[in-house]
């Protein structure tokens, strides 16, 4: 079955360091893989999303991240962190169905603090 | 254009009430999703829209939900009889093309649903 695990509930970083955040995948075929972000009382909004091609991802506010098939792990990154990043991430997969469309599967999600 | 809106933000019920959750997808979008956002998890699949078909409805959680999109563009969730196991977010997204896993799904803010 499909699945998207998030191992860290919360990390807290300082303002102006660099973040890591973890997602590993199971899924049988070639995954469409994504990362949202989510504040306080607002919808989800898409960081990146990575379909094929090359494996490093750039996407919105400085983030990227990188798609490691071997290790079914699509990872977020950001060099220097802002306050404003404080916020849930998702990460989450594309699974295909019988009928030809798309639903998203999501990870429980990461909640980023940013330290001042 | 506007994003996806939803209506009532916020809404509280007792238990046993019913209650109606209104999505107003992005205009000309084909595909219409709901997710469940119970709290500190990630979103989950409720059911799909092509235009006004609905193709999947598998993560419905009782025979008390029942979602529309009577023209294949606003959708209602309604939830009948509700239970305190109900109170959650209900996040509804569109995207523009028929449901793969090439297509940005686009969120609203969501309801949050309480209820009492």
């Known amino acids: 079955a499909q699945s998207v695990t998030q191992p860290d509930i919360h990390i807290t970083v300082s303002e102006g360091a660099s973040l890591e955040l973890r997602c590993n995948y199971s899924y049988g075929a070639t995954p469409y893989l994504f990362w949202y972000v989510q504040s306080p009382g607002q919808g989800l909004q898409l960081l990146l999303k990575y379909f094929s091609g090359d494996t490093l991802v750039q996407g919105i506010k400085g983030f990227e991240a990188e798609f490691k098939r071997s290790q079914s792990s699509f990872n977020l990154r950001k060099p220097s962190v802002h306050w404003s990043d404080a916020a849930e991430y998702f990460c989450?997969?594309?699974?295909?169905?019988?009928?030809?469309?798309?639903?998203?599967?999501f990870g429980a999600g990461t909640r980023l603090a940013v330290h001042p | 254009g506007a994003g996806v809106s939803q209506s009532p933000r916020y809404k509280v019920a007792k238990r046993g009430q019913d209650v109606a959750l209104r999505c107003d997808p992005i205009?000309?979008?084909?595909?219409l999703f709901w997710y469940q956002q119970a709290l500190g998890q990630g979103p989950e699949f409720l059911t799909y829209f092509q235009n006004e078909a609905q193709l999947d409805k598998s993560g419905l959680p009782s025979d008390r939900f029942f979602a529309e999109r009577p023209e294949g563009s606003v959708s209602t969730l309604k939830i009948q009889r509700t239970q305190q196991e109900d109170s959650a977010v209900y996040l509804c997204?569109?995207?523009?093309?028929?449901?793969?896993?090439?297509?940005?799904?686009?969120f609203g803010p969501g309801t949050r649903l309480t209820v009492l």
């Open positions: 989450a997969v594309a699974a295909m169905f019988s009928g030809g469309y798309n639903k998203l599967i």
């Open positions: 997204a569109s995207s523009s093309k028929q449901g793969r896993g090439t297509d940005t799904q686009y």
């Open positions: 205009s000309g979008h084909v595909s």
